[in-house]
């Protein structure tokens, strides 16, 4: 089965600075790797996703991960942080359809403080 | 484009009362639906998911059910609430038979069981 870790509940970081958060994951088939994001009180929107081919991910917001097979790792960075960008982050893994579905599973969650 | 409508936005409820979660995609057919509980401080947990009209699939043994009556319409239900079930609920969707499909996910329902 699937699993995902994403190593730290809450990360701070001041306005302008790298963000890193960090995930995991864990699975005996060639996952596809997801990063979301949430804002309060809202659903998860698609911040970037990893299938296959290139490595390195970019996605909206000037976000970015990388996936490293070696470490089973893909970990979401930003150059420089925004206050726009707090908000809790989640990696999910899945690894294709089962049943016509795709059930995604989520690690449970970074959340990310800006500090003026 | 695909829109995905969740309501009531919030709902406090009795031990013991019935619930009824609605969820509606608009914009596409015949989508894959889905719902997950996200219950404080933890992540989401997949509690149901359907890939046709009547079709259900259950993740988590509890007291919740889910149905599907129509193409785009998913409906999350219990008979008796318990206190455990309060969390936030999210319905999403994405295509059938696209396995890198990313989900989209409706804005929620915060359901706290007093």
């Known amino acids: 089965a699937q699993s995902v870790t994403q190593l730290g509940s809450h990360v701070s970081v001041s306005e302008g600075a790298l963000v890193l958060l960090r995930c995991n994951y864990s699975?005996?088939?060639?996952?596809?790797l997801f990063w979301y994001v949430q804002y309060p009180n809202q659903g998860l929107q698609l911040l970037l996703k990893?299938?296959?081919?290139?490595?390195l991910v970019k996605g909206i917001n000037g976000f970015e991960a990388e996936f490293k097979k070696s470490e089973t790792s893909f970990h979401l960075t930003k150059p420089s942080a925004h206050m726009s960008d707090a908000a809790e982050y989640f990696c999910a893994v899945t690894t294709g359809e089962i049943q016509g579905a795709q059930k995604l599973v989520f690690g449970q969650g970074t959340r990310l403080t800006i500090n003026p | 484009s695909q829109t995905i409508h969740q309501w009531p936005a919030t709902l406090v409820q009795p031990v013991g009362s019935p619930l009824s979660l609605e969820c509606t995609v608009e914009g596409t057919s015949n989508p894959n639906l889905y719902w997950y509980r996200q219950a404080a401080g933890r992540g989401l947990q997949l509690l149901f998911y359907?890939?046709?009209?009547?079709?259900i699939s259950s993740e988590v043994p509890q007291n919740l059910s889910a149905s599907r009556p129509q193409d785009r319409q998913f409906i999350l239900s219990s008979k008796k609430l318990l206190l455990s079930d309060s969390g936030f609920y999210l319905c999403?969707?994405?295509?059938?038979?696209?396995?890198?499909?990313?989900?989209?996910f409706g804005n929620g329902t915060r359901l706290t069981v007093t």
């Open positions: 990893y299938t296959t081919g290139a490595t």
């Open positions: 359907s890939i046709g009209i009547g079709q």
């Open positions: 999403a969707w994405n295509k059938v038979s696209s396995y890198n499909s990313p989900l989209h």
């Open positions: 699975s005996s088939v060639p996952p596809y």
